[in-house]
Nanobody
């Protein structure tokens, strides 16, 4: 029922920008935290950016000055604005959403997206 769809990835030259979207659809009540992760080829997955239900954000040191995470609660969508991209940013970017299924629900659920490829050329 509940689905998470990511979009916005692609090929960009170093110094360019991309904006990733993470849309949650289905019969949910509210979304708690949303986070962006990335995994480069042959590397471990790492946390890139997180935005909590109260709007607080957190970033990996490597992207703190260049990336911005935001959310639109009315659209159940999170965004990751990526500026000044570097070849080191090349990876599959995945979104994770922690959400409350309904008003009567006492247990939250978590859902991963399938990921979107971001490739930054030199």
């Amino acid at each position: 029922q509940v689905q998470l769809v990511e979009s916005g990835g692609g090929l960009v030259q170093a110094g360019g920008s991309l904006r990733l979207s993470c849309a949650v659809s289905g019969g949910i009540y509210s979304i708690n935290s949303m986070a962006w992760y990335r995994q480069a080829a042959g590397k471990e997955r790492e946390l890139v950016a997180l935005i909590s239900s109260d709007g607080r954000t957190d970033y990996a040191d490597s992207v703190k000055d260049r990336f911005t995470v935001s959310r639109d609660n009315a659209k159940n969508t999170a965004y990751l604005q990526m500026n000044s991209l570097k070849p080191e940013d090349t990876a599959v970017y995945s979104c994770n959403a922690d959400f409350r299924p309904s008003l009567m629900s006492t247990n939250n659920r978590s859902l991963w997206g399938q990921g979107t490829q971001v490739t930054v050329s030199s």
